[in-house]
């Protein structure tokens, strides 16, 4: 279990026992991810959805793979509004955009 992301945000999944890595440059992301598919290692990678917007190869390899590397992208601290996740992005695109809208 890995997490990367901002200082504030690390302290919590470091008290839960995930391996952190506060305020990661890209190349670190990259670096990371690399190793983890050359070691062909099984892992849960949280990352913070703003490490995200610009993926290199090893992460997009990693997003795209699927099964031993599981990435789950996670809002900022104050983002939780506006953020969207992919898999978000995806149902609207096949389903339209009232597929997650809340009906009461």
């Known amino acids: 279990m890995i997490a990367l992301g901002s200082s504030a945000l690390m302290e919590g999944f470091a008290l839960i026992g995930f ?16 190793e983890l598919i050359r070691n062909q290692q099984a892992a849960l990678v949280v990352i913070e959805q ?25 809002p900022g601290i104050g983002m939780s509004d506006a953020y969207h996740s992919r898999a978000e992005n995806l149902v609207q695109n096949i389903l339209g955009p009232a597929a997650l809208e809340v009906q009461e």
């Open 19 to 34: 391996e952190t890595h506060a305020d990661p440059e890209p190349e670190a992301v990259e670096n990371l991810l690399q």
């Open 50 to 74: 703003r490490l995200t917007r610009n993926p290199g190869r090893h992460l997009m390899h990693a997003q795209n793979e699927g099964g031993r590397i599981v990435i789950t992208e996670i």
